[in-house]
């Protein structure tokens, strides 16, 4: 049996949900990535109408294990390549979305699903949280992005600790190291991830938007082509974002605080 996955509307939130079969952990193969593409290509068209994508588990104790077991047997010198391309692929355009993507994990992310979860804007995890960068214990190296985005979620010589060893990391440490970026009970966890998604639903859309595409940029631009990123998506803010009118409001606030207004 083969995890499936559930897209649901709420509030202005895309949550997505790996179903895995009973007992078992969430596995990804190319039927469930072409749904997570699926996904994505609705995400994509919905975008205007959304503050926030959420991917998580039904499973309490895994959010997903990477690749599934008949993929693996399949897997050879002739396979692997473009099973690595598609996985990248997908990795690529989850974290392209215009909109914030939350990873909530709760239990075991390995290998590939630590992958999916780093291909995610943010990592919020219950303190069950497990996180693992296990290929090499398989003998192969991460696959779809994972030493590309760990690397930079945690520093280059932690992740290389991380790769050589294999090791898995509680969700406390996860979060000293930058791993995630927010951990504690379930209850708080949900508790935090509603607070996170009521501030980012209080602030303009457009905003948000530009800001996320702004940021994506950061890693491979100099402070000058900055000024112009920043220069261009302000004045897009103007023309086509909401920030003319939250200005006015804003100011007719102000206006009517002062004494004798």
């Known amino acids: 049996m083969q995890t499936e996955l559930t897209l649901t509307f709420s509030d202005s939130v895309a949550v997505v949900t790996l179903c895995p079969p009973e007992g078992k952990p969430p596995t990804l193969d190319v039927p469930l990535m072409d749904r997570l593409d699926g996904v994505c290509a609705e995400v994509e068209a919905r975008s205007g109408n959304l503050v926030a994508v959420v991917l998580r588990s039904a499973s309490p104790k895994f959010f997903c294990a990477g690749a599934n077991l008949k993929v693996m047997e399949t897997i050879n010198a002739d396979t692997i390549t473009p099973w690595v391309l598609r996985g990248h692929r ?3 355009r989850l974290e392209a979305l215009p909109v914030p993507v939350v990873a909530v994990v ?4 390995m290998g590939g699903g630590l992958e999916l979860a780093m291909a995610c804007d943010l990592i919020f995890s219950s303190s069950t949280a497990r996180f693992g960068q296990s290929e090499a214990r398989l003998g192969l ?11 930079r979620r945690v520093g280059l010589s932690r992740a290389k600790e991380m790769a050589f060893t ?32 009521a501030a980012v639903r209080d602030n303009s859309r457009a905003a948000v938007r530009e800001m996320k595409a702004i940021l994506a940029t950061c890693g491979s631009t100099t ?3 900055n000024a112009e990123i920043e220069a261009a998506a302000s004045r897009r803010c103007l023309t086509d974002g909401d920030a ?9 606030a102000r206006r009517k605080s002062r004494p004798g207004s």
């Open 90 to 92: 997908l990795m690529n």
């Open 106 to 109: 709760e239990g075991y992310a």
């Open 141 to 151: 190296v991460t696959g779809w992005g994972g030493a590309y985005r760990l690397s």
């Open 166 to 197: 294999g090791r898995l990391v509680e969700a406390a440490e996860a979060a000293s190291l930058g791993l995630t970026d927010w951990c504690g009970t379930s209850a708080d966890l949900e508790q935090h991830l509603a607070g996170f998604l």
């Open 223 to 225: 402070i000058e082509e």
């Open 244 to 252: 003319p009118a939250r200005l006015e409001a804003f100011f007719a």
